[in-house]
């Protein structure tokens, strides 16, 4: 009697544990398209399990808690963001919840954003202070084995789309995306670096090209235009230059919004190529692969001015006279598609800089330039 009593209570126990198991790979969903849950910190499980359930995460939650005092001693429950966007079962869910298998936002950070930019758009996608950011962009100890010249991480902080957790703090984010500019570099830039610039001096370089072109055929033009001006010792007379002096001067998040004017060509700052011969201390943005590649191998030829072309590229030309001549069929072309342009006395958001000259040497031709191109 006693065996049987035995066999008949191992029997219920083996169809209880098959049941159970069952039960725990079973999926459910209460609720409809996405959702994402937070499980703050110092949650405990009784009041995460209702939580599931109450967000239709569970059908019931004496089951996940049941897994959860099973494996106590050795699993805690994480708190995150959590994305549910399919059917689970409890075992699935727990799983989860132990293991962190936390909500990551994708941020998109464009090629040619500046710290500002950057700023601006994780304020906006993650609630991030942006004094926080900028702060920790202006931390250059993790830069002095390759770029100890670096005023800050500007250049550096590689643009690409990341995946932050809730409440990741700036520095995270700044040395997520410096660790992906060292990626970048050592796999494909590191061995083929030869340029008299030096790295910091490329990254300046690849930064103006970015800020002057979009397109990609012109990249090695535009920074062909530029090393021979160096070379010669003449003033880049860059304007993004001069736009990210306004905004270092007025830590301005957001674009600006009239094209430059013919004072703000003599603002005094270290970035103002028209005052300051040569390449301003550090990159005005950050530069993606191709801008880099093309500070590293400038196009070889006699070009020194380049203009808009009114077709999103760039007339380029050897001398002052061609250059004339190119300035005055951009003015027209531009009188023709939009009208007379305005004169302005308003500082400009970055894209205007790409539709106005490079400028001879002269100071006197660079004040005409200006006005004329206004």
Same mark, same amino acid.
């Given at each position: 009697m006693l065996k049987r009593l035995l066999t008949l209570f191992a029997v219920l126990v083996l169809v209880g544990l098959l049941w159970t198991w069952r039960q725990w790979r079973q999926p459910y969903r209460g609720y409809s398209g996405n959702l994402i849950l937070v499980i703050e910190p110092g949650t405990r499980a009784p009041e995460a399990?209702?939580?599931?359930?109450? $967000?239709?995460?569970?059908?019931?939650?004496? @089951?996940f808690l049941l897994r959860y005092w099973l494996g106590r001693r050795h699993h805690r429950?994480? &708190?995150?963001?959590? %994305?549910?966007? #399919?059917? %689970?079962?409890?075992?699935?869910?727990?799983?989860?919840?132990?293991?962190?298998?936390?909500?990551?936002?994708?941020?998109?950070?464009?090629?040619?954003?500046?710290?500002?930019?950057?700023?601006?758009?994780l304020y906006q996608q993650m609630g991030i202070n942006p004094a926080d950011? %900028? #702060?920790?962009?202006?931390?250059?100890?993790? @830069?002095?084995d390759f770029a100890p010249q670096a005023p800050t991480l500007e250049g550096y902080l590689f643009p690409d789309t990341y995946r932050f957790? $809730?409440?990741?703090?700036?520095?995270?984010?700044?040395?997520?995306?410096l660790a992906r500019f060292r990626r970048v570099y050592e796999a494909k830039f590191r061995r083929d670096i030869q340029?008299?610039?030096? %790295?910091?001096?490329?990254?300046?370089?690849?930064?103006?090209?970015?800020?002057?072109?979009?397109?990609?055929?012109?990249?090695?033009?535009?920074?062909?235009?530029?090393?021979?001006? @160096?070379?010669?010792?003449? &003033?880049?007379?860059?304007?993004p230059t001069v736009i990210y002096a306004i905004r270092l001067k007025y830590r301005l998040m957001g674009r600006l919004s009239a094209p430059l004017a013919t004072s703000d060509l003599s603002l005094e700052s270290p970035y103002n190529t028209y005052r300051n011969p040569g390449l301003p201390p550090g990159p005005i943005a950050n530069p993606g692969e191709a801008s880099i590649e093309a500070a590293m191998h400038p196009a070889p030829g006699d070009a020194l001015y380049f203009v808009s072309n009114n077709q999103g590229g760039h007339a380029f030309s050897n001398n002052l006279r061609d250059h004339n #001549?190119?300035?005055?069929?951009?003015?027209?072309? #531009?009188?023709?598609?939009?009208?007379?342009l305005p004169i302005v006395v308003k500082p400009a958001e970055s894209t205007a800089s790409r539709h106005r000259t490079k400028a001879a040497t002269s100071p006197r031709h660079s004040a005409k330039r200006a006005k004329r191109e206004h």
């Open positions: 399990a209702q939580l599931l359930v109450v $967000r239709g995460v569970l059908k019931q939650r004496w @089951l429950l994480k &708190a995150g963001e959590y %994305l549910f966007d #399919r059917p %689970l079962g409890p075992l699935d869910v727990y799983w989860k919840l132990v293991q962190g298998d936390i909500y990551l936002h994708a941020v998109v950070i464009p090629e040619g954003s500046d710290r500002f930019d950057i700023a601006r758009i950011l %900028l #702060r920790a962009t202006e931390q250059t100890t993790a @830069l002095r957790p $809730r409440n990741v703090s700036a520095s995270t984010v700044v040395g997520t995306m340029s008299p610039l030096g %790295l910091h001096g490329v990254m300046t370089l690849a930064s103006l090209v970015e800020k002057e072109t979009a397109a990609p055929g012109e990249r090695s033009l535009v920074a062909g235009v530029y090393l021979r001006r @160096l070379e010669k010792g003449w &003033a880049l007379q860059c304007d #001549r190119n300035v005055a069929h951009y003015r027209s072309q #531009r009188v023709a598609l939009q009208g007379p």
